[in-house]
C-alpha cells in the first residue's frame, strides 16, 4: 500500500534551517507529483510546495519563495523540503502528499516549531 514516513522536523530558532524528507513506498514514486503541505494550529492545511515527476518543475506558496527548496530522488523514493530563514509562521506540522490513481495519500506529519 502507499505509504508516506516523514522525518527531520523539531524545534529550531528564527533564521535557522532545517531538512525535512519524506520516504515513498507502494508504488511508482516517479510517476508521480509529490507535495509538501503544512497545518498550523487552528488552520488549514496549505500546499507548500510540490514538484513534476521528473524533478523539472516547481512551485512555491508565495510565503515560502526563496527560502524553501522542494527535491526529490527518483532512485531512493525519497521527497525533501530544504527550509532555509524560518520564521515563527513557518511553525506547522508537515505533510508529504500525493494523488494516486484516485486516492489522495499523506504521511502521519513531522512538527516544525520555529521559537526563540
Known amino acids: 500500500q502507499v505509504q508516506f514516513v516523514e522525518s527531520g522536523g523539531g524545534l529550531v530558532q528564527p533564521g535557522g534551517s532545517l531538512r525535512l524528507s519524506c520516504a515513498a513506498s507502494g508504488f511508482t514514486f516517479r510517476n508521480y507529483v509529490m507535495g509538501w503541505y503544512r497545518q498550523a494550529p487552528g488552520k488549514e492545511r496549505e500546499l507548500v510546495a510540490d514538484?513534476?515527476?521528473?524533478?523539472?518543475?516547481?512551485t512555491y506558496a508565495d510565503s515560502v519563495k526563496g527560502r524553501f527548496t522542494i527535491s526529490r530522488d527518483n532512485a531512493k523514493k525519497t521527497l525533501d523540503l530544504q527550509m532555509d530563514s524560518l520564521k515563527a509562521e513557518d511553525t506547522a506540522v508537515y505533510y508529504c502528499?500525493?494523488?494516486?490513481?484516485?486516492?489522495?495519500?499523506w504521511g502521519q506529519g513531522t512538527q516544525v516549531t520555529v521559537s526563540s
Open positions: 514538484i513534476s515527476s521528473d524533478g523539472g518543475s516547481t
Open positions: 502528499h500525493s494523488v494516486v490513481g484516485l486516492s489522495t495519500y
